[in-house]
């Protein structure tokens, strides 16, 4: 009786510390800033594929000009559906 007794305490400090240092983990990312959400990552990620299709076109999104010819791309502009 008492062994099972220790053994459920032990499970539980040891769910409590892991719980402890996910938490610490994610305090110390966020005091860095690199925390993100999985909302977050994924706007970043779609952000980085959307510059990479550009690229792949030709296209260089940060000067708004292409690399082998005229300007001709216009910025993505979000609208209000």
Known sequence: MTFIIHQERLEREKRELAKQKKKERIERLKAEGKYLTEKEKEAKRRA????????????DIMSNRTYGGSSTFQP????PP
Do not use: K, N, P
């Not at 980085?48 to 296209?59: D, K, L, M, P, V």
């Not at 993505?76 to 609208?79: E, K, N, S, W």
């Open 76 to 79: 993505f502009i979000l609208r």
């Open 48 to 59: 980085a594929q959307f510059i990479e299709s550009r690229r792949a076109q030709g296209t």
